[in-house]
C-alpha cells in the first residue's frame, strides 16, 4: 500500500540554524500538507500547497517557514532560523484530491 | 468547519467492540465526519468517513444519526493495537479550506 514517507526521523540543530525536513508524498497525489504537534498539545495544521503554490496556510506559518516541491517527488519544509519553541513533531500529509489526507510518520525536531 | 466534542479517555475491553461517541451539533448540510487515530506519537491514521450513510470498512464501522449531530465509531474486535488517541473531526471536503482542524481527541486504552 502506498504510504507518505518522512526524513529524517529525528533532526536535532543549534537555534538559529537552517532545517529541511523532508517529505515523498502518495505518488499519484495532488494536494500536500505540513502540520506539527508539540510535545503533550494538539496537532495544529501549518500549510497546504497544490499546483506549485501555496494554497492556505496558517498563523503559525510565519517567514521563517517555507514550502518547496523541488522535483516531481519530494515536498520539504524548511524552518530559516529554528528557535526553541519550533522543537515538535513535524507531519506530512497528501491527498489525492481536497479529501482524504494520509499522514507520514514525522519528524521530531528537536532546536536546543 | 464545526465543532466537534468527544470524551477524554475511555476503556475498553480487548475483544469486545469499542464504540467512541462523537457529537457535532452544529455540523452543516455538506459537512463530512472524519476519523482518524495516533499511536503514540506516530503520524495521524486515516480510519474512515461519511456523510449521511453508515460506513464500514476493514478498520471500523461509522453509524451517523439521521440529524447527523452524532455519531459513533466502532471498532469490531478491539485489540491491544487499538490503544490510541482517537479525533473526529468535521470538514468539507470540497470548496472549504483544507486543513483538518485536531482537537484533543479521546484516549482509547484497550485493556487486556
Known amino acids: 500500500e502506498p504510504e507518505v514517507t518522512q526524513t529524517p526521523s529525528h533532526q536535532v540543530t543549534q537555534m538559529g540554524q537552517e532545517v529541511i525536513l523532508r517529505c515523498v508524498p502518495i505518488?499519484?497525489?495532488?494536494?500536500f500538507y505540513w502540520y506539527r504537534q508539540i510535545l503533550g498539545q494538539k496537532v495544529e495544521f501549518l500549510v497546504s500547497?497544490?499546483?506549485?503554490?501555496?494554497?492556505?496556510k496558517s498563523e503559525i506559518f510565519d517567514d521563517q517557514f517555507s514550502v518547496e516541491r523541488p522535483d516531481g517527488s519530494n515536498f520539504t519544509l524548511k524552518i530559516r532560523s529554528t528557535k526553541l519553541e519550533d522543537s515538535a513533531m513535524y507531519f506530512c500529509?497528501?491527498?489525492?484530491?481536497?479529501?482524504?489526507?494520509?499522514f507520514g510518520p514525522g519528524t521530531r525536531l528537536t532546536v536546543l | 468547519d464545526a465543532k466537534t466534542t468527544q470524551p477524554p479517555s475511555m476503556d475498553c475491553a480487548e475483544g469486545r467492540a469499542a464504540n467512541l461517541p462523537c457529537n457535532h451539533s452544529t455540523i452543516s448540510g455538506n459537512e463530512y465526519v472524519y476519523w482518524y487515530r495516533q499511536i503514540h506519537s506516530q503520524g495521524p491514521q486515516y480510519i474512515i468517513h461519511g456523510l449521511k450513510n453508515n460506513e464500514t470498512n476493514e478498520m471500523a464501522s461509522l453509524i451517523i444519526t439521521e440529524d447527523r449531530k452524532s455519531s459513533t465509531l466502532i471498532l469490531p474486535h478491539a485489540t491491544l493495537r487499538d490503544t490510541a488517541v482517537y479525533y473526529c473531526i468535521v470538514r468539507l471536503t470540497r470548496g472549504g479550506n483544507n486543513r483538518l482542524a485536531f482537537g484533543k481527541g479521546n484516549q482509547v486504552v484497550v485493556i487486556p
Open positions: 500529509a497528501s491527498s489525492l484530491v481536497e479529501d482524504t489526507q494520509y
Open positions: 505518488s499519484n497525489h495532488l494536494y
Open positions: 500547497f497544490y499546483n506549485n503554490e501555496i494554497s492556505e
